[in-house]
């Protein structure tokens, strides 16, 4: 399956973003989804992610009340909606999947990632 990330760039400190995950090539729909970010000289860390079925959803202390993660299974589709944005979460945000359909916050369980998209906020 091949991930592709969009909608990132350049917000101001407290304004919103949407990302988009477009699959490709079989279906998602029993896949695990999450969102990862990294900043420069820093490791990976995870973000949101989501059960196959949107059931449930995990996010890092850090973005908890401010992002939310969803999927369109119909679409193929995995997003982030960010809102009141930080400095601090600027990073370059990778999607995602996981075959067994188990949301990690470890970035080294997942089978396939996104090539990323640059999210950067300015104060």
């Known amino acids: 399956v091949q991930l592709q990330a969009s909608g990132g760039g350049l917000v101001q400190a407290g304004g919103s973003l949407r990302l988009s995950c477009a699959a490709s090539g079989r279906t998602i729909s029993s896949y695990a989804m999450a969102w990862f970010r990294q900043a420069p000289g820093k490791e990976r860390e995870f973000v949101a992610g989501?059960?196959?079925?949107?059931?449930?959803?995990y996010y890092a202390d850090s973005v908890k009340g401010r992002f939310t993660i969803s999927r369109d299974n119909a679409k193929n589709m995995v997003y982030l909606q960010m809102n009141s944005l930080k400095p601090e979460d600027t990073a370059v945000y990778y999607c995602?999947?996981?075959?067994?359909?188990?949301?990690?916050?470890?970035?080294?369980?997942?089978?396939?990632w996104g090539q990323g998209t640059q999210v950067t906020v300015s104060s």
């Open positions: 995602a999947a996981d075959l067994q359909g188990k949301v990690w916050t470890g970035w080294n369980e997942y089978d396939y």
């Open positions: 989501i059960t196959w079925d949107g059931g449930k959803t």
